[in-house]
């Protein structure tokens, strides 16, 4: 008897932390389904970096700012594990896509702020509703937040606020989605090399090597440090952890 693959949906996966544990999940036997704002070609090629690791992907186009999109999503969804998988379910939902506000509180916008909001706790929650009724019970939800709900960052005040949001709501959720066997969790990253933020930590030596020196293990992330993480998550072994935020940022301002 042939078993079924777990599948994975995991929003943003098309560039950075979202790529990364798309791939790695693949190594481990996961099929997927990414979603992307933009820049569908790099969503294509991680569908075809899936493949090229034996696994089935498909790529949906999501804005997570847009809670009126969620419901034709949802029902994109149900329609691919129909025709792809022959499922009604799915296993594990990862909310990643957002973007990023640098500004003093200060000079914080109230359409910055609102923008924030619509994509990194707004979205996250609505999103994660509609969904709910096709993740399989068992299942995983891993929201993302950052290092910066608990260590401060210049220029992060609204970002990191927003996604303390998030770190309440994964404990509420693990609380009410507990009777059907589903964990919640957050993983925290810290400073990690991508192009988040306009690629600031990836490319400014100077500001990288301080974040360097403020890291316990001497380095920041890489986007495969916290794909490794969000695999070990949603593994079968961390099923009796739930309602927690794990922070992975190698040990920054212990």
Not at 155 to 181: I, Q
Request: net charge negative.
């Amino acid at each position: 008897m042939t078993t079924q693959p777990k599948i994975a949906i995991i929003t943003g996966a098309n560039r950075g932390l979202g790529r990364s544990a798309a791939l790695r999940l693949a190594e481990d036997g996961v099929d997927l389904i990414i979603t992307y704002r933009s820049h569908g070609e790099e969503a294509d090629a991680v569908v075809d970096a899936v493949a090229g690791l034996g696994r089935t992907a498909v790529a949906l186009p999501l804005d997570t700012g847009r809670a009126e999109s969620f419901d034709r999503f949802t029902d994109d969804v149900r329609r691919v594990l129909k025709d792809r998988w022959g499922r009604e379910s799915f296993d594990f939902l990862v909310n990643n896509a957002g973007g990023s506000l640098t500004a003093s509180f200060a000079e914080t916008t109230p359409e910055g702020f609102d923008e924030l909001v619509n994509v990194h706790f707004r979205g996250v929650y609505f999103l994660t509703q509609r969904l709910v009724p096709v993740i399989a019970d068992g299942g995983r939800v891993l929201n993302v937040s950052t290092g910066l709900t608990r260590f401060t960052g210049q220029g992060a005040s609204a970002y990191a606020s927003v996604k303390g949001a998030v770190e309440v709501l994964t404990r509420y959720l693990a609380k009410e989605l507990g009777p059907r066997g589903i964990t919640v969790n957050t993983v925290a990253p810290g400073p990690v090399a991508t192009d988040f933020a306009g690629g600031v930590i990836r490319d400014n030596e100077r500001f990288r090597a301080l974040l360097d020196s403020q890291t316990a293990l001497g380095r920041v992330g890489r986007p495969e440090d916290i794909g490794g993480v969000v695999a070990s998550l949603l593994s079968e072994n961390t099923g009796w952890i739930t309602g927690q935020r794990i922070e992975a940022s190698g040990g920054t301002l212990l």
